[in-house]
């Protein structure tokens, strides 16, 4: 199980992997958003919507089609 640091990381490095002129107010609120979210139990949607975004970019990275498909249905069924 990931920690919630991991999950915070992973959400930083597909940002500066792929948008990696990303403006410095919007890394540092999205920093703020992640630290404030609640990774083991989410309750607001935005917690909800945090973790579906960490399964799209795992789902992203996953080669195997029917193991992705699982992780995509996984974080429609989150958001």
Known sequence: MQTNYQFGDRYLEYLFDNYPNTDASIL???EEVIGNTN???P??????NN???IDLINAGQEEDLQ?????????????
């Open 28 to 30: 540092s609120r999205l």
């Open 39 to 41: 990774w083991d139990n």
């Open 43 to 48: 309750v607001s949607s935005l917690d909800w």
């Open 51 to 53: 973790l579906a975004v």
């Open 67 to 79: 193991v992705k498909t699982s992780i995509v249905a996984i974080a429609w069924h989150r958001s």
